[in-house]
């Protein structure tokens, strides 16, 4: 029999070796010792979002050593796309998150650097928006902001993000489908959707736009009323889409992440790779359940030929609803 200093030490080697294969697993399931992660719009916002559950389920994985974030907002991402192109050229660990609301932000603006001038890597989520007013307010229902957008648009202003992005064009579809201009609508722009629910919760604009998992908190405590959504079918309780509300309009609000310009093959490949098998994990299926986003899952060539058809529609509605 063992003694029991004997059985001690056996069990406390037994430990250390444990340990150190889980170490050894976990490094060998380590993709890059640290990732940084650019995000052109303030915190709080959908792109800073998807950020940071990336940041979250590839730590917990084991994937990423450490993350470094920036936050560099403004104009629909605009601002911050030139800094990133150029001070992370050729780096293989930086990324951008960006998305639905950059394409159309860089025709808006008419902003010389464009998607055009990074390198795609994945298309991670897409989830619908949301149309809400304060809880005080006095407009119950869609029904009732349209009827405000259509006999006074002017008076009645809608908060969302970047002028140009898909919650501006969302406003644009609403009152053209009330037979008004784009033109006609006051649509208050805010850099990130923190500010934004700051100035709905505050009273300050009439009602707010947005995706569903940036306001869905605010909607579930009873500060903010959700009068419907842009999906295809229902994502809240008790809430219609604005297609069965009578107003034939369907979008979803994608978002992806980028690699700087000047990549190697190979540091683009293993930027893909990780996204894929990031995008495959249980974790991150879940992370994407619990936030309300709908995996939209689409990676290299695949994902570059969704943006240039993107890119087109984009600049279609733009144009029909008089943004620019």
């Known amino acids: 029999m063992l003694s029991r200093r004997s059985a001690l030490a056996v069990a406390g080697s037994s430990a250390a070796l444990s340990f150190l294969s889980g170490h050894v697993r976990a490094q060998g399931q380590q993709r890059f010792a640290s990732l940084s992660v650019f995000v052109p719009a303030g ?30 907002g403004g104009a629909g991402g605009t601002v911050g796309l030139p800094r990133f192109v150029s001070q992370r050229r050729g780096r293989g660990d930086a990324v951008m998150v960006g998305g639905a609301i950059m394409v159309g932000a ?18 991670m989520t897409t989830e619908p928006s949301v149309i809400v007013v304060p809880a005080s ?13 259509k006999s006074n648009p002017g008076a009645t202003s809608v ?23 784009a033109k006609d609508g006051s649509y208050v ?52 889409t604005l297609k069965e509300s009578g107003v034939d309009i369907v979008m979803g609000n994608w978002r992806g992440v980028f690699g700087p310009p000047g990549l190697k093959p190979e540091d683009r490949e293993k930027l893909v790779k990780f996204f ?16 309300g986003w709908d995996r939209a899952f689409l990676a290299g060539s ?11 529609a984009t600049a279609e509605v733009l144009k029909e609803v008089g943004l620019v």
């Open 276 to 291: 894929t098998d990031l995008d495959a994990s249980s974790a991150w299926q879940e992370m994407c359940q619990r936030q």
């Open 43 to 72: 915190p709080g916002g959908g792109w800073d979002g998807l950020g940071r559950a990336i940041e979250q389920v590839a730590r917990q994985a084991g994937m990423v050593g450490s993350f470094q974030f920036e936050n560099v």
């Open 159 to 181: 908060a969302g993000g970047s002028a140009g992005g898909i919650d501006h064009i969302i406003l644009g579809l609403l009152l053209k489908s009330q037979g008004r201009s």
């Open 106 to 123: 860089v025709l808006a603006n008419r902003s010389p650097v464009g998607l055009k001038d990074v390198t795609p890597l994945a298309r």
């Open 302 to 312: 695949d994902f570059e030929a969704f943006l240039k058809s993107d890119e087109a």
């Open 137 to 149: 307010s006095d407009i119950r229902d869609i029904a009732g902001l349209l009827a405000a957008l």
């Open 189 to 240: 722009a805010f850099a990130g959707g923190g500010p934004a629910q700051a100035a709905i919760l505050g009273a300050q604009v009439k009602a707010g736009i947005s995706g569903i998992s940036e306001f869905a908190e605010q909607v579930k405590a009873g500060r903010m009323r959700a009068l419907a959504t842009t999906g295809a079918t229902r994502s809240l309780d008790n809430v219609p």
